[in-house]
């Protein structure tokens, strides 16, 4: 009996409704503190009127609604965050390190600068660097989120965080610890997660207006009813600690989804913008380009093939250490199964390189280069040389052997495949003007606008000119302008722009600082994706909007008619706090990000030259 007296039902039920009331009541002062009403400071006030009523079962599912609803905030705040764990994951632990011929295991965060390190099959690349032997398969799509293999050679770059599927190469660290893709990546996911886009600044200055109000309504309440009870249920029934989390829930899965496509975007405002974009600046070289020379055309002497061609243009650039000579030296691997070593090799003063095997001489260069080596050419050949050089304004080299004239070789900067199918995307989602910017001449610069089917162009450019037509764009813009570049010259017009997107794989440091939007994979198919991102996700954060004003204008209804009370308000409080949680939730799902593909025939305006 006195068991039963002591463990009597409401005086336990109010001994539980004071111990998990104290985190609500702590945080209630915290904010009054700093001169701020919270809806921490009204779910307060409404359990001391249950306590003081003594209505303990009241009181007690009061503190068990806004326990759940704590809990249900701190589990998606922590999921909030695992997208930059999940990204850490990838960095291995151990490495495997080359040191004066025999190989040893060292910790990641011992690497430094220049060491040597063996990637053997099924391993993960544990810092960004340079292939200097063998050649593998690597799986890049936990960085970049491209789904095939890409075969790696001697002078390809790889990335902290891939995986080695197949084969064994050695690589030299050219960037470890926070300069490696994987922790750069990580840092800016972070530095997003502080910068709050348009509407949840809008949100929050609503808030600081909505808490206030619904002050006033429960004091108007208590005036006209002289129920404290009601006046409770007001203040149980009010939601904003939702809005609270459901918009950055939305923002970080966008932000999270990109990432895993290799695009890092810096903050919920970016994406603002981005939905707004009506007209696009690209830079050429690097972005619409890969930035490097390939082999364009070739042409050989009637008197030998193709093969042989290949051959010499393959031994005398195998030790080239130029831009053009590896170019070449890699196309020619295509085509040959076994390159002899030269015995002799030397570089041309004028641009030009030679080698020798056995009795075998072998020179590429230009016409100064094989006159320095005793080659005079012939009037035909001379006449197609200044045609190419001078007339198309395309790099172009002769191949002689033993003075004997084997073939010509031209080298051009190599279009993006995905660029024109990128564009076509861009326009059909309402990007009407698509322009160009380069500082290549003017033949080069018409030659990439019409196979892209640019609306203009400008060329012969330098920075301060990219600039300054960029400012007067801007002046005379309907719509936001985003601006696509990856080299130094490209930073000032990147941060003036309504928004900067920056190629992250081959782009400066200085770009990618300067830009809004980093695209690690440096496909530009993402352009349209993110695009899709941005005005999917600003539409789960306007839905989310309207179901916390219809829920609370909804439980204000309930509470005035006498439909609920307090324990009930709290339930109705703790329901409806899903609502617009779950509507973000949807973002997470991967078929939310499933879009239609572009219709190639988009319009596109007339195409002009800027100059």
């Known amino acids: 009996m006195l068991i039963d007296r002591f463990f009597h039902v409401p005086v336990l039920l109010f001994c539980v409704a004071a111990i998990g009331a104290i985190p609500t009541f702590w945080e209630a002062i915290s904010g009054l503190k700093r001169s701020r009403i919270t809806i921490d400071a009204f779910n307060t006030f409404a359990m001391l009127v249950a306590f003081a009523t003594g209505d303990a079962r009241t009181a007690a599912f009061i503190v068990l609604m806004l326990t759940f609803a704590n809990l249900l905030e701190w589990r998606t705040a922590a999921r909030m965050k695992d997208a930059v764990a999940e990204l850490l994951k990838l960095k291995p632990i151990k490495a495997e390190r080359e040191r004066d011929g025999h190989i040893e295991d060292i910790a990641v965060d011992h690497i430094r600068l220049g060491d040597i390190l063996v990637i053997k099959d099924g391993a993960r690349i544990p810092v960004d660097g340079k292939v200097i032997f063998g050649k593998a398969q690597i799986d890049e799509s936990s960085v970049t989120g491209e789904s095939m293999p890409v075969k790696k050679l001697v002078g390809d770059r790889l990335l902290a965080g891939t995986l080695n599927e197949s084969g064994l190469v050695k690589m030299r660290a050219t960037h470890v610890g926070e300069d490696s893709t994987i922790e750069r990546m990580a840092t800016l996911m972070r530095e997003a997660a502080t910068r709050k886009s348009r509407s949840e600044r809008l949100a929050d200055r609503f808030a600081a207006y909505f808490l206030p109000a619904v002050a006033l309504l429960g004091l108007g309440v208590l005036w006209f009813t002289r129920d404290p009870m009601k006046m409770a249920s007001i203040f149980l029934v009010a939601c904003a600690d939702d809005m609270a989390v459901a918009l950055p829930l939305a923002m970080t899965a966008a932000l999270g989804f990109a990432a895993k496509r290799g695009v890092i975007i810096k903050g919920g405002q970016s994406l603002d913008v981005l939905h707004r974009i009506r007209t696009l600046v690209l830079d050429k070289t690097g972005t619409l380009t890969y930035g490097k020379l390939s082999i364009r055309h070739t042409e050989h002497a009637q008197a030998v093939t193709e093969k042989d061609l290949w051959m010499a243009l393959a031994i005398a650039e195998k030790y080239s ?51 320095a080596r005793g080659i005079r050419l012939a009037e035909e050949i001379r006449e197609k040389l200044r045609v190419e050089c001078e007339e198309k304004k395309r790099t172009t080299f002769l191949v002689f052997v033993n003075h004997d004239y084997t073939g010509m070789v031209t080298v051009a900067d190599t279009p993006r495949p995905e660029a024109a199918e990128s564009l076509r995307a861009l326009r059909h989602l309402g990007v009407k003007t698509i322009i160009m910017f380069t500082g290549d001449n003017e033949i080069v610069a018409k030659e990439s606008a019409d196979h892209l089917e640019l609306n203009a162009f400008t060329a012969n450019m330098k920075p301060e000119d990219k600039l300054r037509s960029l400012e007067r764009m801007m002046k005379e813009k309907t719509g936001a302008i985003a601006m696509v570049g990856d080299g130094v ?61 219809i829920s609370n204008l909804a439980g204000f209804a309930l509470v005035l008619t006498g439909l609920i009370g307090p324990a009930l308000a709290a339930f109705y409080n703790f329901a409806t706090d899903f609502l617009p949680l779950l509507n973000s939730t949807r973002l997470f799902r991967s078929s939310a990000w499933k879009t239609s593909p572009p219709t190639s025939g988009s319009a596109h305006g007339k195409r002009q030259n800027m100059l």
């Open 321 to 371: 250490d130029h831009p053009v000579g590896r170019a070449v030296f890699y196309e020619a691997e295509q085509h040959l199964e076994n390159i002899p070593d030269p015995d002799e090799y030397g570089v041309i003063e004028g641009g030009g390189v030679w080698a020798r095997v056995g009795s075998d001489e072998y020179v590429v260069g230009n016409e100064h280069a094989l006159e």
């Open 489 to 549: 010259n490209d930073a000032p017009t990147l941060a003036r722009a309504d928004i900067g997107i920056a190629m992250g794989k081959t782009g400066t440091a200085v770009a990618v600082e300067a830009a809004d939007i980093v695209i690690t994979t440096d496909n530009l198919l993402r352009l349209p994706e993110m695009v899709r991102l941005s005005r999917r996700t600003l539409s789960i954060v306007k839905s989310d909007i309207w179901i916390w004003a």
